[in-house]
């Protein structure tokens, strides 16, 4: 919350508050890539889903 008081919520990175809490650009690197798996198995098992459902088995939207 101080760097958002100190530069504004619209001027502040997100480096600046991993910073300021202790993250390393290693640990966002490791992070961010590690959420991107995580995403992308999910997609994958709602496409194993749909690929294997009856049609009748899929709510509409």
Same mark, same amino acid.
């Given at each position: 919350?101080?760097?958002?008081?100190?530069?504004?919520?619209?001027?502040?990175?997100?480096?600046?508050?991993?910073?300021?809490?202790?993250?390393?650009?290693?640990?966002?690197?490791?992070?961010?890539?590690? &959420?991107?798996?995580?995403?992308?198995?999910?997609?994958?098992?709602?496409?194993?889903?749909?690929?294997?459902?009856?049609?009748?088995? &899929?709510?509409?939207?």
């Amino acid at each position: 919350m101080e760097v958002f008081a100190e530069t504004g919520y619209y001027h502040t990175t997100t480096a600046q508050v991993a910073q300021r809490g202790g993250i390393s650009q290693y640990q966002r690197g490791v992070d961010a890539r590690a &959420l991107e798996a995580s995403w992308a198995r999910i997609a994958e098992s709602f496409c194993q889903v749909i690929a294997t459902a009856s049609p009748d088995g &899929l709510e509409r939207g």
